[in-house]
């Protein structure tokens, strides 16, 4: 019997040592083969494309750079304006960004130190904001702001980034804020600090990789969103944000897949830059406390 | 005794004077929305009229009604149900496989690791947009490529054609094609989130038990199954959870690779219509109200029946 059990033992090892090196591969092909394809077809002149659609490599002396200069160059210039665009995207992510931090760090301090009344009752309110599809949302939301006349304003669109993102940040910012010992903040008020004091000038410089971690978090959340940028920006040009004009545009065929890709690259790499620039801060924070669920 | 008291008190204060943007971002943009959401769902609001409703409207069941028996809202339930079903299996499965995969240590993982998440951090306009344009029956690779090289005989039209008829050794079935490929993306772009947690979790699994096991003479298989498994299912539980919550609420992934047609009309994208083609807010919040109803129900008989138990975990 033993030895039966070694054989199997050794057989599956064997192929498992087999299997596994095919299984990364293939993972790793289908996860990078679509962002290569955009890369690559952001390249090419769309008239290559429709010519021979199953030609994945072009030599570099094929590329061009005009789809690029087409996307981003402003509609008046006989362009499609993404630089107007990514302005856009970038002023709706970065103000979403330091307002839901400047909302959520005090929220998660009180979460996870003090004790007040409601303390355990919160986690429901964050819940209901996942329960709860946005497109429910989305309805009082095109109304109200149809009637306050904030729609096509990126005022209106950050405030709601903002509720979006608050409960996920606060979640992050209270697991990491629990790891920090008491005792820091006890010996601050012994030294006469007052709560915000110590706050401000203790817990948040401790807190600093989470606190970038959840900046970035929140930046590449606002940064992808679409569904509200489409409710409430859709009717002006000049106030899309680079996603929504990507889903605008790809729908019509004015213009040319291969500018269109253009955009895409433009649209994608800032989060990629930010990724690998700190995957290892990002992933962390993401799972922290998937070890104990 | 009198100090502790107050002291507690101020702390009591505090605490709710730091949560209170919170809670007033929250109130303002969720709560007070699903509030009113309710409210118009039971009232008979176009957007010409929105002027003169309010919280003393009439209010009626005649969206429900109408929500209900429309037609194309029960199938329409279904295929969300399927779609939800579908895509958190598919990304769970293929995040379990790659957790297990990448989990040993070898030339380049940490480079490996983080290029395996990208699907889930690009942006979603930019990576449905890729797929459609590869998918294309006009200029799509994949197309290209099928029958070039594996001998279609036409191309197949992924995104837009509802079913496909396929002919297995004579055996004639009609697959339902553009909804597979959406879920076939779903399960692409999220396997990365299942990814993340089960490879924290793997991690955390001590040593000591799998060698003893491996110094027994037990498989792999055999270590997965009585080992691992066990140990994971706490999180496969709460990934399936979490995934069919924001599948079944999701819209941007199906509105942007099909809008919707060719069967894979999920309640989400429905709801959209309702709201911005055809302006009827009282349909569209109805059916948005039997969308998270839905979801409750899925979820309460989930927990009450299907979920595994886990004892003493919190």
């Keep these: 019997m033993k030895g039966t059990r070694r054989d199997r033992a050794q057989i599956e090892t064997r192929v498992l040592n087999v299997l596994r090196p095919l299984v990364i591969t293939v993972l790793l092909v289908t996860t990078l083969f679509p962002f290569l394809y955009m890369l690559l077809l952001s390249v ?19 590329w061009t750079v005009s789809t690029y200069q087409e996307v981003l160059t402003s509609v008046a210039d006989g362009g499609q304006g993404f630089l107007r665009l990514l302005t856009n995207s970038a002023i709706v992510s970065v103000a979403a960004t330091v307002l839901t931090l400047l909302v959520s760090i005090p929220g998660a301090y009180a979460v996870s130190r003090l004790r007040f009344t409601g303390r355990r009752q919160v986690h429901f309110l964050f819940l209901s904001v996942y ?110 944000t680079v996603s929504l004009g990507l889903a605008q545009l790809s729908g019509g065929i004015e213009v040319s897949k291969t500018v269109l890709m253009a955009g895409s690259v433009v649209l994608t790499l800032p989060i990629v830059i930010i990724f690998f620039a700190a995957e290892r801060l990002l992933t962390e924070g993401l799972t922290a406390g998937a070890e104990k669920a | 005794m009198k ?83 579908g895509s958190t299996l598919g990304s769970i499965t293929i995040g379990l496989i790659a957790a297990l995969a990448l989990r040993a240590r070898f030339r380049a993982r940490t480079l490996v690791r983080a290029s395996v998440l990208l699907p889930y951090v690009a942006p979603v306009v930019a990576v449905t947009f890729v797929w459609t344009v590869l998918l294309s029956p006009q200029f799509g690779l994949l ?45 692409w772009r999220y396997f990365p989130f299942a990814f993340l947690f089960l490879l924290a979790r793997l991690q955390a699994v001590p040593q000591e038990l799998e060698e003893a096991a491996r110094v027994d003479g037990a498989a792999p298989t055999q270590v997965f199954r009585h080992i691992l498994l066990p140990q994971l299912s706490a999180v496969i539980a709460l990934l399936c959870v979490l995934r069919f919550i924001m599948t079944f609420n999701k819209f941007d992934d199906v509105y942007l690779l099909t809008g919707g047609g060719a069967g894979t009309e999920v309640v989400s994208v429905r709801v959209f219509e309702f709201l911005t083609a055809r302006f009827d807010i009282g349909a569209a919040a109805a059916q948005a109200l039997v969308l998270a109803a839905g979801l409750v129900v899925l979820l309460v008989i989930y927990l009450r029946f299907l979920a595994p138990r886990v004892e003493g975990e919190g």
């Excluded at chain 1, 090419?44 to 094929?62: C, D, K, M, T, V």
């Excluded at chain 1, 702001?145 to 405030?159: E, I, N, Q, V, Y």
């Excluded at chain 1, 900046?215 to 920006?233: C, G, K, S, T």
């Design chain 1, 44 to 62: 090419r002149p769309i008239e290559q494309l429709l010519q021979n659609p199953g030609q994945f490599w072009a030599p570099p002396s094929a």
């Design chain 1, 131 to 240: 329960l709860f599809p946005s497109i429910l949302l989305a309805i009082p939301l095109f109304v109200l702001f149809t009637r306050l006349g904030l729609r096509g304003s990126l005022a209106g669109l950050t405030f709601v980034y903002i509720a979006q993102t608050v409960p996920v940040s606060i979640y992050m910012l209270r697991n990491y804020l629990s790891t920090i010992p008491e005792s820091l903040e006890e010996a601050a008020a012994v030294d006469g600090y007052g709560r915000l004091q110590t706050l401000v000038k203790i817990v948040l410089p401790l807190a600093a990789p989470a606190v970038m971690a959840n900046a970035l978090y929140v930046f590449m959340i606002a940064w992808n969103e679409f569904l509200f940028a489409l409710l409430f920006l859709v009717e002006d040009r000049a106030d899309w």
């Design chain 2, 3 to 85: 100090q502790p008291r107050t002291l507690r008190q101020q702390e009591n204060r505090a605490g709710l004077a730091y949560l209170s943007p919170t809670l007033v971002v929250v109130l303002v943009v969720v709560i007070l929305p699903i509030l009113w959401t309710i409210m118009l769902a039971f009232q008979r609001i176009r957007l010409i009229n929105l002027r003169r409703a309010g919280v003393f409207g009439d209010y009626s069941l005649a969206n429900i009604e109408v929500v209900l028996t429309s037609p194309g809202f029960w199938s329409s339930l279904w295929t969300t149900v399927v779609y939800t079903v």
């Design chain 2, 143 to 187: 197309n290209d490529w099928g029958m070039r090289f594996l001998g279609w005989d036409r191309p197949i039209a992924f995104l837009s054609q509802r079913e496909y008829a396929l002919n297995v050794l004579g055996w004639h079935v009609d697959i339902p094609i553009a909804l597979l490929t959406v879920i076939a993306f779903e399960s």
